[in-house]
């Protein structure tokens, strides 16, 4: 297993360039901790370089993952060093660069989906990524203003869930719509339908907003449905974003699981 000494090693000063990318479209990504390199492995893919702490190699959990993994891929390197390739400053022990896939706009979309629109906050980010994981949607869309989905702390959000997805950043929204087979539905407060009293379609694309403005307004006025989570907060227009989300995302799997029943 190859060991690198020194900050002044080619192959460490390229993946410190990368760490520094935090996810631009097209670079390799760095994953953090023995959660998210596990969930990699987990859907089948090999990591194009598996770090390890040298003073920890010996681990329980380190040493069934490097198990896993052909020796090739494998690098340690000093704690100082890894800690210098975190997110985080912090050294959990390993560190994976991968390379994520880059998804197409499909010709035609007739699965339900979701967009996000301008959602800043990357801890949001990650946990709507989560949540459309676990309630079966396999594809979603970022629009132009939306945090970085694979930066470092989206990823450390989603704990894994970029890895359930097919994923599309810095999305065009006109040649999306332009494909949907499905209804439009957005969150409103504004003529908006009450959504435990709406029967919601099998399939639809949602749209989930801005943290403060909400839903882009021109795309709310293309959704061909527009709904609000009545709720008892006094002083409160709307809810997080990603308890909006779930709340919705979670009642359409609701309604179509009883159906099917």
Known sequence: MKHIESRSNPLFKQL????????????????????????WLGVGR??????????????????ALRERLAPEVCLTLSGTLLGGLSGFNTNQGVLFVVQPKLDTLPQRLKESIVILDRIQDPGNVGTLLRTCAAAGIKRVFASTGTATLWSPRV????????????????ADLEALLATLEIPLVVTSLLDAQDLFATTLPAQCAWVFGNEGQGVDEALSKRAELRLKINHDLTGTESLNVTAAAAICLFEQRRQHLNRNA
């Open 155 to 170: 990823l450390r959000s989603g704990q894994g869930a970029h890895f359930a997805l097919r994923l599309h950043e810095q």
């Open 46 to 63: 090999p990591p194009q370089y598996a770090i390890f702490d040298i003073d920890r190699i010996d681990e329980p959990q380190l040493v």
């Open 16 to 39: 410190y360039k990368w760490q520094s990318s935090a996810g631009r479209r097209g670079e390799p990504v760095i994953l953090d901790g023995i959660h998210l390199c596990e969930a």
